[in-house]
């Protein structure tokens, strides 16, 4: 198993940027991905952005492309999610999660995500 924590999150104004990390401790094997996903309030999760392993091939919700950025520090065992650009649209709890083996049909497919971190809350508001 895999430990996942989130950090970054936090209250910004619209048009600011953020950006989020989340650190993971344990084996994952070789071929895994970390993505970012996304809930607010009384709303279902949301796929943000992907990050495989070992090839670093990003992939990203289809609204979300152009604002937000993920990238990877191997020797921190951390991804980021670069955030610009926001608006209160944004705001939600964002989770880090990783899936492990996955093939790009599965990516985007949270059910295939089986270890979570607790989720960061961004807020965007004036």
């Known amino acids: 198993q895999v430990q996942l924590v989130e950090s970054g999150g936090g209250l910004v104004q619209p048009g600011g940027s953020l950006r989020l990390s989340c650190t993971a401790s344990?084996?994952?094997?070789?071929?895994?991905?970390v993505a970012w996903f996304r809930q607010a309030e009384d709303k279902e999760h949301e796929f943000v952005a992907a990050?495989?392993?070992?090839?670093?091939?990003?992939f990203y919700g289809d609204s979300l492309k152009g604002r937000f950025t993920m990238s990877r520090d191997n020797a921190k065992n951390t991804v980021y999610l670069q955030m610009n650009s926001l608006q209160p649209e944004d705001t939600a709890v964002y989770y880090c999660?990783?899936?492990?083996?996955?093939?790009?049909?599965?990516?985007?497919?949270?059910?295939?995500?089986?270890?979570w971190g607790p989720g960061t809350q961004v807020t965007v508001s004036s």
């Open positions: 999660a990783r899936q492990v083996n996955p093939i790009a049909s599965t990516i985007r497919a949270m059910y295939r995500y089986d270890s």
């Open positions: 344990g084996r994952s094997g070789n071929s895994y991905a």
């Open positions: 990050i495989r392993w070992p090839n670093g091939a990003t």
